[in-house]
Protein backbone atom coordinates (compact mmCIF):
# COMPACT_ATOMS: atom_id res chain seq x y z
CA UNK A 1 0.00 0.00 0.00
CA UNK A 2 1.14 2.96 -0.82
CA UNK A 3 1.89 5.00 2.35
CA UNK A 4 3.52 8.92 2.18
CA UNK A 5 5.27 8.65 5.21
CA UNK A 6 6.82 4.88 4.72
CA UNK A 7 9.78 6.13 2.97
CA UNK A 8 12.24 4.29 4.94
CA UNK A 9 15.69 3.00 3.35
CA UNK A 10 17.30 0.88 5.35
CA UNK A 11 17.56 -2.27 3.84
CA UNK A 12 15.49 -1.67 1.07
CA UNK A 13 16.55 -3.16 -1.88
CA UNK A 14 17.81 -1.34 -5.45
CA UNK A 15 15.80 -1.14 -8.54
CA UNK A 16 14.65 -4.91 -9.85
CA UNK A 17 13.43 -6.13 -13.14
CA UNK A 18 10.47 -8.91 -13.52
CA UNK A 19 13.06 -11.57 -13.58
CA UNK A 20 14.45 -10.38 -9.75
CA UNK A 21 13.72 -12.82 -7.06
CA UNK A 22 12.57 -10.96 -4.22
CA UNK A 23 12.00 -13.09 -0.34
CA UNK A 24 8.42 -12.02 0.87
CA UNK A 25 5.54 -14.09 2.25
CA UNK A 26 1.78 -12.37 3.59
CA UNK A 27 0.25 -15.01 6.00
CA UNK A 28 -2.05 -14.82 9.32
CA UNK A 29 0.79 -15.79 11.13
CA UNK A 30 3.16 -12.81 10.62
CA UNK A 31 4.05 -10.61 13.70
CA UNK A 32 2.86 -7.54 11.58
CA UNK A 33 -0.48 -9.25 10.30
CA UNK A 34 -2.75 -6.12 9.33
CA UNK A 35 -0.13 -3.83 10.39
CA UNK A 36 0.13 -2.36 6.93
CA UNK A 37 -3.51 -1.85 6.42
CA UNK A 38 -3.49 1.36 9.03
CA UNK A 39 -2.59 5.16 8.25
CA UNK A 40 -1.87 4.88 4.70
CA UNK A 41 -2.43 7.04 2.32
CA UNK A 42 -4.08 4.63 -0.84
CA UNK A 43 -5.06 6.55 -4.19
CA UNK A 44 -8.32 4.90 -6.00
CA UNK A 45 -8.08 5.19 -9.85
CA UNK A 46 -11.65 4.54 -11.45
CA UNK A 47 -11.00 0.97 -11.65
CA UNK A 48 -10.54 0.43 -7.71
CA UNK A 49 -13.47 2.26 -6.82
CA UNK A 50 -15.48 -0.24 -9.77
CA UNK A 51 -14.30 -3.51 -7.97
CA UNK A 52 -14.66 -2.20 -4.55
CA UNK A 53 -17.88 -1.03 -4.98
CA UNK A 54 -19.21 -4.19 -7.13
CA UNK A 55 -17.43 -6.08 -4.41
CA UNK A 56 -19.69 -4.45 -1.68
CA UNK A 57 -22.23 -4.83 -3.52
CA UNK A 58 -22.87 -0.95 -3.41
CA UNK A 59 -23.70 2.40 -6.06
CA UNK A 60 -20.78 4.09 -7.18
CA UNK A 61 -22.82 6.81 -5.38
CA UNK A 62 -22.80 5.43 -2.07
CA UNK A 63 -19.41 4.15 -1.89
CA UNK A 64 -17.89 7.49 -3.14
CA UNK A 65 -19.76 9.23 -0.07
CA UNK A 66 -19.01 6.44 2.21
CA UNK A 67 -15.52 5.55 1.84
CA UNK A 68 -13.46 7.76 -0.04
CA UNK A 69 -11.91 11.31 0.55
CA UNK A 70 -11.83 13.35 -2.71
CA UNK A 71 -9.57 15.76 -2.64
CA UNK A 72 -9.68 18.56 -6.13
CA UNK A 73 -6.20 19.37 -7.36
CA UNK A 74 -5.72 22.99 -9.00
CA UNK A 75 -6.18 23.69 -12.33
CA UNK A 76 -6.37 19.85 -12.97
CA UNK A 77 -9.62 18.32 -14.09
CA UNK A 78 -9.51 14.68 -12.14
CA UNK A 79 -9.24 14.76 -8.41
CA UNK A 80 -7.50 12.70 -6.02
CA UNK A 81 -10.18 10.03 -4.98
CA UNK A 82 -8.39 8.39 -1.39
CA UNK A 83 -9.56 5.10 0.31
CA UNK A 84 -10.88 7.50 4.05
CA UNK A 85 -9.42 5.37 7.26
CA UNK A 86 -11.53 4.91 9.97
CA UNK A 87 -11.75 8.39 12.22
CA UNK A 88 -10.71 6.46 15.32
CA UNK A 89 -7.85 3.93 14.83
CA UNK A 90 -7.05 5.14 11.33
CA UNK A 91 -7.74 1.42 10.27
CA UNK A 92 -8.37 1.26 6.23
CA UNK A 93 -12.48 0.44 6.78
CA UNK A 94 -12.07 -2.82 5.06
CA UNK A 95 -9.35 -4.75 7.38
CA UNK A 96 -10.41 -7.27 10.08
CA UNK A 97 -8.52 -9.76 12.48
CA UNK A 98 -8.75 -12.20 9.44
CA UNK A 99 -6.99 -9.94 6.67
CA UNK A 100 -8.99 -7.88 4.53
CA UNK A 101 -12.44 -8.46 3.87
CA UNK A 102 -12.21 -7.19 -0.69
CA UNK A 103 -8.71 -8.86 -0.66
CA UNK A 104 -9.73 -10.26 -4.48
CA UNK A 105 -10.80 -6.99 -5.03
CA UNK A 106 -8.59 -5.21 -3.29
CA UNK A 107 -7.06 -1.73 -4.90
CA UNK A 108 -3.84 -1.81 -6.66
CA UNK A 109 -1.39 -0.60 -4.56
CA UNK A 110 -2.51 -3.30 -1.99
CA UNK A 111 -1.57 -5.60 -4.33
CA UNK A 112 1.70 -4.51 -5.50
CA UNK A 113 2.84 -4.29 -1.48
CA UNK A 114 5.23 -4.26 -0.81
CA UNK A 115 6.95 -3.41 -4.09
CA UNK A 116 6.32 -0.34 -5.65
CA UNK A 117 6.46 -0.41 -9.92
CA UNK A 118 8.68 2.90 -10.97
CA UNK A 119 7.96 5.08 -14.46
CA UNK A 120 10.50 2.75 -15.89
CA UNK A 121 8.69 -0.12 -15.42
CA UNK A 122 10.91 -1.81 -12.68
CA UNK A 123 10.50 -2.19 -8.86
CA UNK A 124 11.81 -1.31 -6.16
CA UNK A 125 11.04 -2.40 -2.60
CA UNK A 126 8.56 0.48 -0.41
CA UNK A 127 9.32 -0.82 3.41
CA UNK A 128 11.73 -2.75 4.54
CA UNK A 129 11.85 -6.27 6.91
CA UNK A 130 11.79 -4.07 10.23
CA UNK A 131 8.09 -2.90 9.37
CA UNK A 132 6.99 -5.41 6.90
CA UNK A 133 8.03 -8.94 8.32
CA UNK A 134 7.27 -11.28 5.68
CA UNK A 135 10.21 -10.13 4.36
CA UNK A 136 12.24 -12.29 6.23
CA UNK A 137 9.85 -14.90 5.77
CA UNK A 138 11.79 -18.20 3.93
CA UNK A 139 10.49 -17.36 0.48
CA UNK A 140 11.22 -16.66 -2.99
CA UNK A 141 9.12 -15.10 -5.69
CA UNK A 142 9.77 -14.09 -9.13
CA UNK A 143 8.39 -10.70 -9.77
CA UNK A 144 6.67 -11.39 -13.16
CA UNK A 145 5.13 -14.48 -11.52
CA UNK A 146 3.81 -13.02 -8.46
CA UNK A 147 2.74 -10.04 -10.36
CA UNK A 148 0.26 -12.64 -12.20
CA UNK A 149 -1.11 -14.38 -8.49
CA UNK A 150 -1.56 -10.68 -7.05
CA UNK A 151 -3.96 -10.20 -9.91
CA UNK A 152 -2.11 -7.37 -11.05
CA UNK A 153 -2.16 -7.15 -14.81
CA UNK A 154 -5.88 -6.40 -15.04
CA UNK A 155 -5.62 -3.32 -12.96
CA UNK A 156 -2.42 -2.09 -15.25
CA UNK A 157 -4.44 -2.95 -18.01
CA UNK A 158 -7.33 -0.59 -16.93
CA UNK A 159 -4.92 1.73 -15.73
CA UNK A 160 -3.26 2.04 -18.74
CA UNK A 161 -6.27 3.04 -19.78
CA UNK A 162 -7.08 6.12 -17.55
CA UNK A 163 -3.64 7.17 -17.81
CA UNK A 164 -4.40 8.18 -21.36
CA UNK A 165 -7.15 10.33 -20.05
CA UNK A 166 -4.89 11.32 -17.09
CA UNK A 167 -1.25 12.28 -18.71
CA UNK A 168 -2.92 14.89 -21.29
CA UNK A 169 -5.07 16.41 -18.62
CA UNK A 170 -2.30 16.51 -16.01
CA UNK A 171 0.43 17.92 -18.81
CA UNK A 172 -1.57 21.13 -19.49
CA UNK A 173 -2.97 23.77 -17.29
CA UNK A 174 -6.80 23.64 -18.24
CA UNK A 175 -8.79 26.69 -18.33
CA UNK A 176 -12.25 25.93 -17.47
CA UNK A 177 -14.50 27.36 -15.38
CA UNK A 178 -17.77 25.68 -16.27
CA UNK A 179 -17.93 23.00 -13.09
CA UNK A 180 -20.27 21.06 -15.28
CA UNK A 181 -17.48 19.85 -17.34
CA UNK A 182 -15.39 18.86 -13.91
CA UNK A 183 -18.86 17.09 -12.96
CA UNK A 184 -19.14 15.31 -16.04
CA UNK A 185 -15.67 14.17 -15.92
CA UNK A 186 -15.52 12.97 -12.24
CA UNK A 187 -19.12 10.99 -12.76
CA UNK A 188 -17.74 9.38 -16.18
CA UNK A 189 -14.50 8.23 -14.78
CA UNK A 190 -15.42 7.27 -10.90
CA UNK A 191 -19.40 7.18 -10.38
CA UNK A 192 -19.98 4.78 -12.82
CA UNK A 193 -23.74 4.00 -11.73
CA UNK A 194 -24.52 7.37 -12.67
CA UNK A 195 -22.56 7.50 -15.64
CA UNK A 196 -24.94 4.51 -16.62
CA UNK A 197 -27.88 6.41 -15.96
CA UNK A 198 -27.10 8.94 -18.15
CA UNK A 199 -25.97 6.88 -20.90
CA UNK A 200 -29.70 4.69 -21.10
CA UNK A 201 -31.58 7.25 -19.20
CA UNK A 202 -31.03 10.33 -20.96
CA UNK A 203 -30.76 11.07 -24.86
CA UNK A 204 -27.30 9.94 -25.45
CA UNK A 205 -28.49 7.24 -27.55
CA UNK A 206 -30.40 8.98 -29.53
CA UNK A 207 -27.75 11.79 -30.33
CA UNK A 208 -24.69 9.36 -30.74
CA UNK A 209 -24.17 5.97 -33.28
CA UNK A 210 -23.24 3.56 -30.96
CA UNK A 211 -23.80 -0.07 -32.76
CA UNK A 212 -26.33 -2.62 -31.03
CA UNK A 213 -23.57 -5.17 -30.20
CA UNK A 214 -21.90 -2.34 -28.03
CA UNK A 215 -24.61 -1.30 -26.47
CA UNK A 216 -25.59 -4.93 -25.17
CA UNK A 217 -21.78 -4.92 -23.82
CA UNK A 218 -22.31 -1.63 -21.93
CA UNK A 219 -25.77 -3.24 -20.43
CA UNK A 220 -23.70 -6.23 -19.20
CA UNK A 221 -20.01 -5.26 -18.19
CA UNK A 222 -18.80 -2.33 -15.93
CA UNK A 223 -15.42 -2.93 -17.15
CA UNK A 224 -16.70 -1.92 -20.83
CA UNK A 225 -18.87 0.77 -19.53
CA UNK A 226 -15.44 2.34 -17.85
CA UNK A 227 -13.59 1.57 -21.20
CA UNK A 228 -16.75 3.75 -23.18
CA UNK A 229 -16.07 6.51 -20.27
CA UNK A 230 -12.77 6.71 -20.88
CA UNK A 231 -13.30 7.34 -24.93
CA UNK A 232 -16.04 9.59 -23.66
CA UNK A 233 -13.67 11.97 -22.11
CA UNK A 234 -10.94 11.57 -25.55
CA UNK A 235 -14.52 12.81 -27.41
CA UNK A 236 -15.71 15.58 -25.04
CA UNK A 237 -12.29 17.31 -23.28
CA UNK A 238 -9.60 16.08 -26.39
CA UNK A 239 -11.85 16.41 -29.35
CA UNK A 240 -10.88 12.91 -30.43
CA UNK A 241 -13.23 11.05 -33.06
CA UNK A 242 -14.18 7.98 -30.68
CA UNK A 243 -17.92 9.05 -31.15
CA UNK A 244 -20.23 9.84 -34.28
CA UNK A 245 -23.06 12.52 -33.46
CA UNK A 246 -25.87 10.84 -35.07
CA UNK A 247 -27.37 12.69 -38.38
CA UNK A 248 -30.55 13.20 -37.07
CA UNK A 249 -28.98 14.85 -33.62
CA UNK A 250 -27.04 17.25 -35.79
CA UNK A 251 -28.61 20.71 -35.59
CA UNK A 252 -29.57 21.92 -39.86
CA UNK A 253 -27.51 24.30 -41.04
CA UNK A 254 -24.63 23.84 -38.77
CA UNK A 255 -23.24 20.49 -40.07
CA UNK A 256 -20.97 18.31 -37.70
CA UNK A 257 -18.46 16.27 -39.28
S1 LIG B 1 -8.10 -2.72 1.12
FE1 LIG B 1 -7.51 -4.58 2.17
S2 LIG B 1 -5.31 -4.81 1.81
FE2 LIG B 1 -5.86 -2.69 1.32
S3 LIG B 1 -5.49 -1.55 3.17
FE3 LIG B 1 -7.62 -2.15 3.21
S4 LIG B 1 -7.68 -4.07 4.32
FE4 LIG B 1 -5.56 -3.69 3.75
S1 LIG C 1 3.55 -5.50 6.85
FE1 LIG C 1 4.12 -7.03 5.26
S2 LIG C 1 4.02 -9.03 6.26
FE2 LIG C 1 3.01 -7.54 7.61
S3 LIG C 1 0.86 -7.74 7.03
FE3 LIG C 1 1.68 -6.09 5.78
S4 LIG C 1 2.36 -7.06 3.90
FE4 LIG C 1 2.04 -8.68 5.39
Redesign the pocket.
Known sequence: MRKSNRTGTSGVAARMDVEHLFQ????PD?P??????RDITIVLTPYDVLRLKNALGMDSDIFLDRYTIIIPKEKLLIPMVVLKMNEDDKRCPFVSEKGCTVYADRPWPCRM??LDMKDDGTFSLI?DSS?????K?NSKNRISTWLIEQGVPMYDEMNHLFSQVTSPLQAQELDIDNPNIYQMTFMSLYNLDKFRNFVFKSTFLDRFDIDTVAIEKLKRSDVELLKFAFDWIKFGIFGQKTFQVKESAIPKGNPVE
Not at 24 to 27: L, M, S
Not at 32 to 37: A, D, I, L, R, V
Open positions: FNCAVCFTECCYPTRCKGLE
